[in-house]
């Protein structure tokens, strides 16, 4: 028989996470408790509003395909929010709706790389984007997010990477897998660069509205000269508890727009039309649950950082949004994916070890707090003695 694979899916790997969960549900169901911090999940039910509100669209007959671009007071909702919120302008013509984020990325892929063309992304970085870049036959450049540099972007490392194959940058800010949010003064230093380099920026905010300590986010695209620069990705996933609803947003240049339409036309034709009415009532009247929860995941980004850093052979970098812990676990001397296969296996504690989001993620375990405060302090207890355990090996 000929050979029928694809070269492109040559390079693509399984995600580490979902490989990860599977395993739990093994596990589960042979009768094992299992504390989940592995999935980027929230654990929060999706906001009764919006669920009534689903509900009431299916009923009133919002059940056919809508505008490929998404229906328009949806488009008007979201513009409204983010320029007022975020000091931009966009208008709705300038908003694509997608069938959740996973499927932006692609249509932004599609829209900007040919085969062999360069991709700058975070080291490390949320895996979907480095997959997606060998599904598409481009090349990932990676940029590191290092600790001793508070996780913010080396601008000299940085200098170095591009050449002239190089079309765009992923900025996931905040990050995921790390809860850093990049500072106002780096995002500046980035937009000059773009600017000198004229790349493109996809930035990623999925997690803005989840940040800690009052401290605002800065959009991207709201700095002078950005907006024409930038593919802004961004979703009701996280924000509203809303994994499995699959609603999500490109905001970009109405020329992009329109071309990247083309792609998610030919592939999803439209987001869900009842849960595109449901992000409707989102935008409009979950501001309060969207509260509640940012405050619950501070309560426990608080508490994990005390204890983390009080345990031996530990320490935590302070997270500042979205619901990661982005563990260092160095001293253990141990590698982190058999910290994590120890801990999975002999504890039934699920995280995930660093090298899934890249070289970088080396010598640290990322720890999804979207759990309950039991379920976190009952698996630092076990992370605890984990530790003491290869301490004293
Ligand atoms: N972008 C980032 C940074 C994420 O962490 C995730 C999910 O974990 C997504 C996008 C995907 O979101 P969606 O559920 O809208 O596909």
């Given at each position: 028989?000929?050979?029928?694979?694809?070269?492109?899916?040559?390079?693509?790997?399984?995600?580490?996470?979902?490989?990860?969960?599977?395993?739990?549900?093994?596990?589960?169901?042979?009768?094992?408790?299992?504390?989940?911090?592995?999935?980027g999940?929230?654990?929060?039910?999706?906001?009764?509003?919006?669920?009534?509100?689903?509900?009431?669209?299916?009923?009133?007959?919002?059940?056919?395909?809508?505008?490929?671009?998404?229906?328009?007071?949806?488009?008007?909702?979201?513009?409204?929010?983010?320029?007022?919120?975020?000091?931009?302008?966009?208008?709705?013509?300038?908003?694509?709706?997608?069938?959740?984020a996973?499927?932006?990325i692609?249509?932004?892929?599609?829209?900007?790389?040919?085969?062999?063309?360069?991709?700058?992304l975070p080291n490390p970085c949320w895996a979907n984007y480095i997959?997606?870049?060998?599904?598409?036959?481009?090349?990932?450049?990676?940029y590191?997010l290092?600790?001793?540099?508070?996780f913010?972007i080396?601008?000299?490392?940085?200098?170095?990477?591009?050449?002239?194959?190089?079309?765009?940058m992923v900025v996931i800010n905040p990050s995921n897998p790390i809860g850093s949010v990049f500072?106002?003064?780096?995002?500046?230093?980035?937009?000059?660069?773009?600017?000198?380099?004229?790349?493109?920026i996809i930035v990623d905010e999925i997690y803005k509205?989840?940040?800690?300590?009052?401290?605002?986010?800065?959009?991207f695209?709201?700095?002078?000269?950005?907006?024409?620069?930038?593919?802004?990705i961004d979703?009701?996933?996280k924000?509203?508890?809303?994994?499995?609803?699959?609603?999500?947003?490109?905001?970009?240049?109405?020329?992009?727009?329109?071309?990247?339409?083309?792609?998610?036309?030919?592939?999803?034709?439209?987001?869900?039309?009842?849960?595109?009415?449901?992000?409707?009532?989102?935008?409009?009247?979950?501001?309060?649950?969207?509260?509640?929860?940012?405050?619950?995941?501070?309560?426990?980004?608080?508490?994990?950082?005390?204890?983390?850093?009080?345990?031996?052979?530990?320490?935590?970098?302070?997270?500042?949004g979205a619901?990661y812990?982005?563990?260092?676990?160095?001293?253990?001397?141990?590698?982190?994916?058999?910290?994590?296969?120890?801990?999975?296996?002999?504890?039934?504690?699920?995280?995930?070890?660093?090298?899934?989001f890249?070289?970088?993620?080396?010598?640290?375990?990322?720890?999804?707090?979207?759990?309950?405060?039991?379920?976190?302090?009952?698996?630092?207890?076990?992370?605890?003695?984990?530790?003491?355990?290869?301490?004293?090996?």
């Open positions: 028989m000929k050979k029928f694979l694809s070269n492109r899916l040559h390079n693509v790997k399984p995600s580490g996470i979902r490989k990860i969960n599977e395993k739990t549900i093994v596990m589960e169901r042979e009768g094992k408790k299992i504390y989940h911090f592995e999935l999940r929230p654990d929060f039910q999706t906001p009764e509003v919006i669920k009534d509100a689903t509900i009431k669209s299916i009923q009133n007959g919002d059940v056919f395909y809508t505008s490929n671009y998404g229906i328009l007071e949806l488009r008007e909702a979201i513009a409204e929010k983010i320029n007022k919120n975020h000091d931009l302008d966009y208008s709705p013509d300038e908003i694509l709706i997608t069938a959740g996973s499927e932006s692609f249509d932004v892929y599609e829209l900007l790389l040919d085969y062999g063309d360069e991709i700058l997959n997606a870049t060998y599904i598409m036959g481009a090349e990932p450049k990676f590191t290092a600790e001793e540099n508070d913010q080396d601008f000299d490392e940085l200098e170095g990477l591009v050449t002239e194959k190089t079309k765009a500072k106002r003064e780096t995002l500046e230093k980035l937009a000059e660069f773009a600017e000198r380099k004229d790349i493109l509205d989840i940040i800690f300590d009052h401290y605002k986010h800065v959009s695209a709201s700095l002078p000269g950005m907006k024409e620069r930038t593919i802004l979703g009701f996933s924000s509203y508890s809303m994994t499995g609803f699959r609603l999500a947003y490109i905001a970009a240049p109405v020329d992009f727009i329109k071309e990247a339409n083309k792609v998610h036309q030919h592939n999803t034709s439209c987001a869900t039309s009842f849960v595109q009415h449901a992000g409707i009532t989102a935008l409009k009247e979950a501001d309060s649950d969207v509260e509640k929860m940012v405050a619950e995941y501070e309560r426990r980004r608080d508490y994990i950082y005390d204890r983390v850093n009080s345990i031996d052979g530990l320490s935590l970098h302070k997270p500042e619901f812990a982005f563990i260092n676990m160095k001293e253990l001397g141990v590698s982190c994916e058999e910290f994590c296969e120890y801990l999975l296996d002999e504890k039934g504690v699920a995280i995930v070890p660093g090298t899934v890249g070289s970088a993620g080396e010598g640290f375990v990322r720890l999804s707090y979207a759990s309950s405060m039991e379920d976190i302090k009952k698996g630092l207890d076990i992370i605890e003695e984990a530790c003491k355990h290869f301490k004293n090996k």
